[in-house]
Nanobody, 118 residues
Framework: QVQLVESGGGLVEPGGSLRLSCVAS??????????MGWYRQAPGKQREMVAY???????TYADSVEGRFTISRDNAKKTVSLQMDALKPEDAAVYYC??????????WGRGTQVTVFS
């Protein structure tokens, strides 16, 4: 079982920065075997992948955030973070932490709201 708790959301002006964090509580399978990711969902839209990182640090980003967002993880602390810079109004959404072990074994956090306004 895996529990994920996100933090760090908030209000920011366009061009600003936020850092999201997610702490995992888990038993059984080691945290390093989970691919950790961030997804987001804006009102009226489907949830979409923002970025993910494998246990050995390989990263993948959505085209819309490449070069502005940076995902990182600390396997010892069982955390994953998302540094978001140069935020745009279209980045506003609820951001969800995801832990994926396999196609049928994955978990979601409750989400944290990011609002970008001028």
């Amino acid at each position: 079982q895996v529990q994920l708790v996100e933090s760090g959301g908030g209000l920011v002006e366009p061009g600003g920065s936020l850092r999201l964090s997610c702490v995992a509580s888990l038993s059984g399978i080691s945290f390093v075997f989970y691919r950790m990711g961030w997804y987001r969902q804006a009102p009226g839209k489907q949830r979409e992948m923002v970025a993910y990182i494998t246990g050995n640090g390989a990263t993948t980003y959505a085209d819309s955030v490449e070069g502005r967002f940076t995902i990182s993880r600390d396997n010892a602390k069982k955390t994953v973070s998302l540094q978001m810079d140069a935020l745009k109004p279209e980045d506003a959404a609820v951001y969800y932490c995801n832990a994926r072990y396999s196609d049928i074994s994955y978990y979601w956090g409750r989400g944290t709201q990011v609002t970008v306004f001028s």
